[in-house]
């Protein structure tokens, strides 16, 4: 079966898996819920995504920067970055429906704590949004490193099994 996009009981997983994956990123890197409100993130599944937001190859999910402005209400307007973490359901389902040893919730909270590292790295400036492609290798390496290092101290069920597949390791220097 080739799906494109998750079903209600894949959505309620991601909404599960972005809860958990928040609370472990904002313990390691020890950031408080209105720190959390500085690094604006949302997330859409297919469903939603434009077309710039989607992409064809293999690739599980991709950030998006936007920048926004705040209602004239919410006093002194000042332009924030937005970040968008763009799920490719249809790559994901594959990996899913191909791989027995990967989950789909363990799956998405790699993938969440993946990409909130980023998230924290842009944020704190320790890596610009606008990297050249060819020179972000070394920053997935250093995100890769990270997520293992999260994700090693839980007691997540099914989670040893997700960072041993090969897109898992593959940019890891441990």
Known sequence: ???HLFNSDELTLVNRAVSVSEELVSDHYKISESQWLRNRFDVKTGKD?????RVNQDVFAQVIRYRGVPSPNAGAP?????YMICLQDH???KEVEAN?????????????VHELVHIIRFGRFLQSFTTPTAQREPEEQLVHDRT????????????????SQHWAIRHCSK
């Open 78 to 82: 000042r332009e924030f970055d937005l």
């Open 1 to 3: 079966m080739d799906r």
């Open 148 to 163: 293992r290092e999260i994700l090693s101290g839980t007691s997540l069920p099914g989670i040893e099994k997700i960072m």
């Open 91 to 93: 790559a994901i389902l």
């Open 49 to 53: 995504l434009t077309d710039q937001e």
């Open 100 to 112: 027995a040893d990967v989950a789909i919730f363990p799956f998405l909270c790699y993938i969440f």
